[in-house]
């Protein structure tokens, strides 16, 4: 067990033969295969992300990023008929979406659902559970205080949405954050805010050795690796990864190559 | 500082339901009160200067003029329940006078409680003189018997002068066996403004009016605001009607119902005579156990120049939304009731805080036993 104790999120594994080892690992997800509806969308998914470290996730339109995503968040849509996810060495695949959030998940959502009348400011209250003082602060430092009394997402921008969306995931202070396109719709003065709010959140600021925050990142434009430094990327194409690599230089390739030959390549 | 009520024979649990309402018994936020239990009387007065608070019968014998103002907007023969008013030979009931320029920061309350007796009937009449502003929390509850049945008659007329204002909040906590059937009507001068709110989050056997406000003066405003919950074999047929007679007039009505196995009926009806008038109807609706929420929006423009709308919307809680909540770690209780609050919460623009925070309090009394 003392091996582990330096570790905030590890968890040390009896693996059944008198051996103990510590698994360092946030987020592991193997074989995993899930349908929408009677449909498979993704096909045998392995994944696993350190603490501390920063995933990016790459792939067209359509590929399942956001799926996987929607997946590991918990939403009922998404069945997984088949492999398990692991957060911090526990089995969370048959578990709410709310569990997996008190677990430490969280996720910033690219197109989250307009919530008629329940405001910006109940919604926070309602994830902090604790005191308004801080969430008017907190709201403040996002250019948010302004909409606290707005219907959540009502009307917002492109970049209110993200800023709003920001703001909650300070507030619930995941340990893992899934970033769904956190640039998109959002100009640049914007982007600079963002993501120097998402790199605080993923400890960007703290020494490598000490930070434990760990995310995953779906980009297109790869403006939000500036802010991020990405420690892998992963290209989905069809509901499969089909290659891993170091995530600018995957970056590069797709923005003078296109996606063709991650379609064509069937065997990573 | 008038002294406390003192109600000997009213139990915890009733003063409970009364404060549910918004009735404080303290008084201490009040700057008036009426208190009609069953058919007495038991308190009639406001330390406001230039308001006056009497029940029907001595504001009758103290001002003459004031039979013009009774069975003037509501007829007496318009039904049965007015009918039935109009032929009690000891009438019930209060007269609200805001004298010229008066105001009152303070709502004053008036409360009626049902009690032991099968019928209760009440006949009120609120005028607002000009420039004039007042605020009135009414708060409509029985006893915590169940099974012996009864009835509330309540005929209403508001009087809104030149520059005048009345708000009135109508907080009903019936039980399931009581039937209610206010009758109300009002007359809105130029640039008055008449605020009519109506919660019911609790059981009642059935509720059924249709306050009608007549704007005669050029910019005269009303908003009617509803918010109900229909509980298995509750039935409410609640409507709202204003009839726009004066350039400048407008007119919005506002639903948020509930239902958890009752039914609802929401009429609304905005009828613009005049042009320059501005009318809006809104009925939203969401059906949380199979009941019925028949929503019946009617707007009636007959002259160029007069500008109605209205939406209506009846539906389910959206799973997206709840589990949205559930990503940011609520579970599926708290994340529900946290989508219905909002629905339910209606901010009443012109309505004092104190009103307000008793509207909202109502809802959080639901809310705590989980809507």
């Known amino acids: 067990m003392s091996f582990c ?211 995953l990142v779906i980009t297109h434009t790869g403006y939000i690796l500036d802010y991020i430094d990405a420690d892998k990327g992963h290209v989905m194409c069809d509901g499969q990864i089909r290659c891993h690599g170091n995530p600018r230089e995957i970056l590069k390739d797709i923005k003078q190559r296109g996606y063709k030959e991650c379609l064509e390549c069937r065997h990573p | 500082m008038s002294s406390p009520v003192t109600v000997p024979e009213l139990s915890e649990v009733d003063k409970d339901r009364l404060a549910q309402v918004g009735i404080d018994l303290t008084n201490k936020n009040r700057c008036g009160t009426y208190l009609q239990m069953d058919q007495d009387v038991v308190q009639a007065e406001c330390g406001e200067s230039g308001i006056e608070v009497h029940s029907y019968k001595k504001a009758m014998e103290k001002y003459d003029w004031l039979k013009d103002y009774a069975w003037n907007v509501v007829s007496p023969e318009k039904d049965d329940v007015t009918r039935y008013v109009a032929a009690q030979k000891d009438p019930k009931g209060y007269v609200i006078i805001a004298h010229k320029g008066s105001s009152n920061i303070m709502p004053i309350q008036a409360c009626l409680y049902l009690g032991k007796d099968q019928i209760q009937h009440v006949h009120n009449i609120l005028i607002a003189e000009e420039g004039a502003e007042l605020h009135i929390i009414s708060g409509c ?142 009925c939203k609706g969401l059906i949380l156990k199979d009941g019925i929420i028949y929503a019946i929006p009617e707007i009636e423009g007959s002259v160029v120049g007069t500008e109605l709308s209205h939406e209506a919307a009846v539906g389910k809680l959206a799973r997206d939304e709840i589990e949205y909540l559930m990503s940011r770690g609520l579970d599926e209780d708290e994340a529900t009731a946290t989508i219905i609050r909002g629905f339910l919460d209606v901010k009443i623009t012109g309505l004092p805080d104190a009103l307000q925070k008793q509207i909202d309090a109502s809802i959080d009394v639901a809310e705590k036993s989980g809507f």
């Open chain 2, 141 to 282: 509850a029985s006893g915590a018997h169940v099974g012996k049945g009864g009835a509330h008659y309540g005929i209403s007329e508001f009087y809104i002068k030149k520059n005048a204002k009345i708000s009135f909040t109508m907080i009903h906590n019936w039980s399931e066996d009581i039937e209610v059937y206010p009758r109300s009507a009002s007359i809105i001068e130029e640039n008055g403004v008449f605020l009519s709110n109506y919660v019911c989050m609790q059981p009642v056997k059935k509720v059924q009016m249709y306050p009608t406000a007549t704007l005669v003066g050029a910019n005269s405003v009303v908003r009617f605001s509803s918010i109900v919950i229909a509980t298995p074999k509750s039935y409410m047929d609640l409507g709202s009607r204003a009839i726009l007679e004066a350039p400048g007039a407008s007119a919005e009505i506002v639903t948020r119902a509930i239902t958890k196995g009752g039914t609802i009926m929401s009429r609304g009806h905005i009828n613009g005579k005049v042009a320059g008038t501005r009318g809006h109807l809104e």
């Open chain 1, 5 to 215: 104790k330096d570790y905030v999120h590890v968890k040390s594994v009896n693996w059944g033969n008198g051996h103990t080892v510590c698994d360092r690992s946030m987020l592991q997800i193997k074989n995993l295969h899930v349908n929408i509806g009677d449909k498979e969308v993704l096909h045998d998914i392995n994944l696993t992300i350190g603490e501390g470290e920063t995933h990016v996730l790459l792939g067209p339109n359509g590929s399942g990023k956001t799926t996987l995503l929607m997946t590991i968040m918990g939403f009922s849509n998404y069945t997984i008929t088949k492999g398990k996810i692991f957060f911090k060495g526990e089995d969370v695949t048959s578990m709410h979406a709310h569990e997996r959030a008190q677990r430490g998940i969280g996720m910033m959502f690219q197109r989250p659902p307009t919530v008629s009348g329940l405001k910006l400011g109940k919604m926070l209250t309602a994830i902090s559970r604790t005191k308004d003082e801080d969430i008017t602060e907190l709201a403040k430092s996002v250019h948010m205080d302004k909409f606290l009394e707005r219907d959540i997402n009502k009307g917002f921008s492109g970049g209110e949405i993200k800023r709003s969306e920001v703001l909650q995931l300070m507030i619930q202070n995941p340990d893992f954050v899934m970033l769904d396109e956190p640039e998109s719709g959002v100009d640049l003065e914007n982007i600079s805010l963002i993501g120097t709010t998402i790199g605080s959140l993923l400890e960007k600021n703290k020494h490598l050795i000490k930070r434990r925050k760990s995310g």
